[in-house]
């Protein structure tokens, strides 16, 4: 059985930064992202369609996480596929942050501090997938990937 790809390749329009897709995200915080329409109200964030015009690359991410994580290869298809590894090892160093017997607050602290610490983005020497992803052309590129 193959590993589940992104419904993202297909984006022709998508702002590519190294080999990495810049795609829409449904949010309400400013940043270099554009902005998806919220969800209808009668739809759940957890059990939302991909052909859904408000499904994003998070949802994608969230939705694929377990599935993607037991695969050993991983064929790499599009700039879409590359922000899912990405992604998927952000919730692995997510989860790693996160101990058994920690409260929902101190996990919830843990979490903010790791999400405004100085993250490695490809190209950087601490980033552990190089070897699959290019490196942003100039620093302008690098501090768009952070936000």
């Known amino acids: 059985m193959p ?17 990495i897709a810049l795609l829409p995200l449904r949010t309400r915080t400013r ?3 554009h902005v ?5 109200a009668a739809t759940s964030a957890l ?13 994608e991410v969230l939705s694929l996480f377990r599935a993607n994580t037991f695969f050993r290869n991983f ?9 899912l590894i990405y992604g998927i090892l952000f919730i692995s ?13 101190e996990a919830e602290k843990a979490l903010t501090n790791a999400a405004l610490d100085q993250f ?9 997938l190089n070897q699959a992803f290019e490196a942003p052309k100039d620093r302008q590129d690098a501090e768009t990937l952070r936000q």
């Open 120 to 128: 490695a983005i490809p190209g950087d020497a601490s980033f552990p």
């Open 36 to 40: 998806l329409p919220p969800l209808p």
């Open 31 to 33: 940043g270099p992202a």
């Open 75 to 83: 064929e790499i298809k599009g700039p879409a596929d590359r922000l």
């Open 3 to 19: 590993a589940y790809h992104s419904v993202f390749d297909q984006e022709q329009d998508a702002r590519v930064i190294g080999n």
């Open 47 to 59: 059990d939302i369609d991909p052909d859904n015009e408000s499904y994003d690359p998070l949802d």
């Open 93 to 105: 160093d997510c989860l790693g942050k996160i101990r058994s017997g920690m409260s929902s607050r």
